[in-house]
Antibody, heavy 132, light 106 residues
């Protein structure tokens, strides 16, 4: 059974730093891209960042680019999100998720591949509060 | 970046109704559109991927369709457990994005 467990959330002052972790089990971690998605209290889902299976390629939302760094340790089945220069608007529940993929049933490819990608497995989230 | 616009933001319906939620992409995404359901205090659950492919285990009353940059999630014969918030998501580009959500209420 696939299991994702986030940790590392807490209360941080504006301008501070924190590292989130996601421990993954139940599947071959090193063969899947991973992602972080956040949800501010009472708000919708916001994609934050993704990392390729090898860790070589990373992607960030404009709202966190230059402040957050995603990484992974395939030897430990761990995903990380290093967050710096934190702002009040970063307050949210942070989910990690597996980027699942299957051969696309669509006639045309995406901009990156001919696989359909989706977030099939999610953790339960870890809460980050940025406040003085 | 690609913006996803969902409508309506909230919707009231009754058990047994059929409801439709729409999602519009700001540009062509070749159908790379997913739908999720989220209940309070829970992580999102994947319902449909690639516009219309039903995720394994999801009831067949959920149906997705696409027309150009417009996408639709239809729920037939609403069940009590379907009252939740629904999100669309494009994965056409690596910088994926979600719609703002549609809250389906009794």
């Amino acid at each position: 059974e696939v299991h994702l467990l986030e940790s590392g959330g807490g209360l941080v002052q504006p301008g501070g730093s924190l590292r989130l972790s996601c421990a993954v089990s139940g599947f071959t971690f090193s063969t899947y891209a991973m992602t972080w998605v956040r949800q501010a209290p009472g708000k919708g889902l916001e994609w934050v960042s993704s990392v390729s299976a090898s860790g070589a390629n990373t992607f960030y939302a404009d709202s966190v680019k230059g402040r957050f760094t995603i990484s992974r340790d395939n030897s430990k089945n761990m995903l990380y999100l290093e967050m710096n220069s934190l702002r009040a608007e970063d307050t949210a529940l942070y989910y990690c998720a597996i980027v699942s993929r299957s051969v696309s049933p669509l006639p045309d490819c995406s901009s990156t591949s001919c696989y359909a990608e989706y977030f099939q497995h999610w953790g339960q989230g870890t809460l980050l509060t940025v406040s003085s | 970046d690609i913006q996803m616009t969902q409508s309506p933001s909230s919707l009231s319906a009754s058990v047994g109704d059929r409801v439709t939620i729409t999602c519009r992409a700001s540009r062509n995404i070749n159908g790379y559109l997913n739908w999720y359901q989220q209940k309070p205090g829970k992580a999102p659950k994947l319902l449909i991927y690639a516009s219309s492919t039903l995720q394994s285990g999801v009831p067949s009353r959920f149906r997705g369709s696409a027309s150009g940059t417009n996408f639709t999630l239809t729920i037939n014969s609403l069940q009590p457990e379907d009252f939740a918030t629904y999100y669309c998501q494009q994965t056409y580009i690596s910088l994926c994005s979600f719609g703002q959500g549609t809250k389906l209420q009794i």
